[in-house]
């Protein structure tokens, strides 16, 4: 199956600073990468949807200036939590979305936990 | 809009006992439907997948799932548990158009050695 990666796969941070994670499709081509995160004991939360060479269509009340998504090329999406603080703490996962016609299936990532002190 | 419910949040076996976890989607066109495990401390791992075809599904390590379109159901199971499949259990489902994926809350398994 397609694999998908993460990097890196846990940060610890200071409040106010800026995190970057990286989502890569490792052997096929993703026009389209979601986020979602992940709060402990919960299920996974769509945060937004990346689309290659454009900007990202975020879900309601995911704030869009706070958390940065660029989908720069057909491999590679990222996710910048700006200006972090304990509350933005979580696993985030990403995806990757295949489709071709009635089919679509997505492909997770290893997820990234980030923990803001 | 497209949703999934598990009604099973918390479910606890003994080794051997076999499983049944409920899924219930809402949509009334054509669905991709999929089961995912996390086991402790690890992502997220595809379980089988059901797009057309046969509505009995098999799986990796013994589970299986049947789709019900009339009941617009997708239960899984598994004869019989083992330790080892303690984990949580997502159902989600996609549709064609539609490319976001809806998981359902999760149902935690803990399979009693």
């Known amino acids: 199956g397609a694999v998908v990666s993460q990097h890196p796969s846990w940060v610890i941070c200071k409040s106010g600073t800026s995190v970057k994670i990286e989502c890569r499709s490792l052997?096929?081509?993703?026009?389209?990468m979601f986020w979602y995160r992940q709060f402990p004991k919960q299920s996974l939360m769509l945060m937004a949807t990346?689309?290659?060479?454009?900007?990202?269509?975020?879900e309601q009340g995911v704030e869009k200036d706070k958390f940065l998504i660029n989908h720069a090329s057909l491999t590679l999406s990222t996710l910048t939590v700006t200006s972090a603080h304990p509350e933005d703490s979580s696993f985030y996962i990403c995806s990757a979305l295949v489709a071709a016609g009635r089919y679509n299936e997505q492909f997770f990532g290893p997820g990234t936990r980030l923990t803001v002190l | 809009a497209q949703s999934v419910s598990q009604h099973n949040h918390h479910v606890i076996l003994s080794e051997a006992a076999s499983l049944e976890l409920g899924c219930n989607y809402s949509y009334g066109g054509t669905v991709n439907l999929f089961w995912y495990v996390q086991y402790p401390g690890q992502h997220l791992q595809l379980l089988l997948k059901?797009?057309?075809?046969?509505?009995l599904v098999k799986g990796i390590k013994g589970f299986e799932a049947e789709f019900i379109k009339s009941k617009f159901s997708f239960n899984l199971r598994k004869p019989s548990v083992q330790w080892s499949d303690t984990a949580e259990y997502f159902c989600?489902?996609?549709?064609?158009?539609?490319?976001?994926?809806?998981f359902g809350t999760g149902t935690k398994l803990q399979v009693i050695p």
């Open positions: 059901y797009f057309s075809g046969d509505p």
């Open positions: 052997d096929f081509q993703a026009t389209t």
């Open positions: 990346s689309n290659e060479g454009s900007k990202a269509t975020y």
């Open positions: 989600a489902v996609t549709s064609r158009g539609y490319q976001k994926v809806t």
